[in-house]
């Protein structure tokens, strides 16, 4: 099957109110452009290196909105607040401090996704449920970055009916930190769903989906 094949398949079912991202990592140009010329116009990066190169590569496209979705170092906060739209993968009070310290420097307003783990898991990073209620009150004294939802991703294995739970905890939390007095975070995006799972999240209100082998095919992960 082609990319603009896979690409309209997806797509027949997707609710307008989801944006569907390609997870180009690992992926080449050449790839991402057929996903472009299907319409594709979200690409998820997990490395500053590999973005910056294709960004130059992809330069004649103006449109694509560049998202980081990979565990962000301190050390490259910057190129990634100069190189990205989005920022998803947001793990930490320090971090978004530091983000939007950047964000201000370069007069720059990424938007971000708090990652939060719903179920505890090892291999994950990001903040726990308790740790993000927390930390919201410091949270909303940022001003330059534009925090928008939350991101979640399952540990490995889960059942189907355990994925969709913790995807609609996802959505309750996020409405619950909305709904906090005395704050001004309004989390209107929730990015969740992969390949394995994106219905289950769409059944729970996601509206970023980040797909990857789904429209590209298998890879090789280095």
């Not at 998202?67 to 910057?78: A, D, E």
């Not at 009070?93 to 307003?109: C, N, T, Y």
């Not at 940022?142 to 994925?163: N, R």
Request: glycine fraction near 6%.
């Amino acid at each position: 099957m082609t990319i603009a094949h896979n690409i309209e398949t997806i797509r027949r079912d997707l609710p307008a109110s989801v944006k569907l991202m390609a997870v180009s990592k690992q992926v080449s140009v050449a790839q991402m452009r057929e996903a472009y010329a299907a319409g594709i116009r979200d690409f998820g990066e997990s490395r500053i290196q590999e973005a910056q190169a294709k960004q130059q590569e992809l330069s004649d496209l103006s449109d694509i909105c560049w998202h980081l979705i990979g565990h962000l170092q301190g050390n490259k906060v910057r190129k990634a607040v100069q190189i990205f739209d989005w920022i998803h993968s947001v793990d930490s009070l320090k971090l978004l401090h530091q983000i939007d310290r950047v964000a201000g420097e370069l007069s720059k307003s990424p938007r971000i996704c708090l990652q939060v783990k719903i179920l505890p898991d090892p291999d994950k990073y990001g903040w726990t449920i308790p740790e993000l209620i927390a930390d919201l009150t410091q949270i909303n004294c940022c001003e330059f970055i534009k925090i928008s939802g939350l991101m979640a991703i399952p540990p490995l294995g889960l059942t189907i009916e355990q994925t969709q739970e913790l995807f609609d905890n996802a959505r309750d939390l996020s409405h619950q930190i909305s709904q906090q007095p005395g704050l001004q975070l309004q989390m209107t995006e929730l990015s969740m769903g992969m390949s394995g799972d994106y219905r289950s999240a769409i059944a729970a209100g996601t509206t970023i989906i980040r797909l990857g082998s789904i429209i590209f095919g298998d890879r090789t992960e280095n």
